[in-house]
């Protein structure tokens, strides 16, 4: 039983004394990244060991290369968050003279870009609000153009029947002057037939 047990405890301690080294080992390829500027490869092993969130260099580095404006992993959000972090695990750290006004200042650029994004959020509503106003206001356009068109036929209508009133006034005004010249005519006839002018004899 112990024959096969040994080598199985002998490798558990290798493996454990192994742990510390193979850390050290990337924590050493995660600086030497960051050292050459290749901050992309810097932050994706970050990402992948854990072991480097609880060292005090790593955590500042970190939050560094996400700091930095030019730096292809810029992330103000993600370097703050970091930046806390750092303060929460090792608060007597020697960086806190450079953390303090740097967090101040990754603030104020959350800040700034939440409020942005929120500009932007409502400058796009409002242009959605805008392009729905002036579809309505078209709309209304042809639809006024269309009734313009129909008072326009309306009032057309209206003057060809008023000249029409006006023709047909004139008619009946020569008609009624032509009836009462034909009633005079047809008075003088009946005077002249009775001769005094009173009703005929019969």
């Not at 558990?12 to 193979?22: H, Q, T």
């Not at 005090?56 to 992993?73: I, K, Q």
């Not at 104020?108 to 939440?114: C, G, K, L, N, T």
């Not at 309306?154 to 060809?160: D, F, K, P, V, Y």
Request: charged share 30%; proline share 4%; glycine share 8%.
């Amino acid at each position: 039983m112990r024959s096969w047990t040994r080598p199985v405890r002998l490798a558990a301690a290798v493996a454990a004394g192994l742990a510390p080294l193979v850390a050290a080992c990337a924590a050493s390829r995660f600086d030497r990244l960051y050292e050459a500027g290749m901050y992309e490869k810097a932050a994706e092993v970050y990402r992948a060991d854990t072991t480097l969130h609880h060292r005090e260099g790593a955590l500042y580095r970190s939050a560094m290369m996400h700091a930095l404006p030019g730096s292809p992993v810029y992330d103000p959000q993600q370097a703050r968050e970091e930046l806390d972090r750092l303060l929460v695990l090792f608060p007597g750290t020697g960086h806190r003279a450079s953390i303090v006004p740097l967090r101040s200042l990754l603030g104020e650029i959350v800040r700034q870009r939440r409020d942005l994004a929120a500009a932007r959020t409502e400058l796009r509503r409002l242009t959605g609000r805008v392009r729905s106003l002036q579809e309505r206001v078209d709309g209304l356009e042809e639809g006024f153009e269309g009734q313009r068109a129909h008072l326009d036929s309306l009032r057309g209508e209206n003057r060809r029947l008023i000249d029409m009133l006006r023709v047909r006034a004139d008619t009946l005004r020569r008609l009624r002057t032509e009836l009462r010249k034909l009633k005079a005519i047809d008075l003088r006839g009946v005077s002249d037939t009775t001769g005094s002018g009173g009703p005929p004899r019969l």
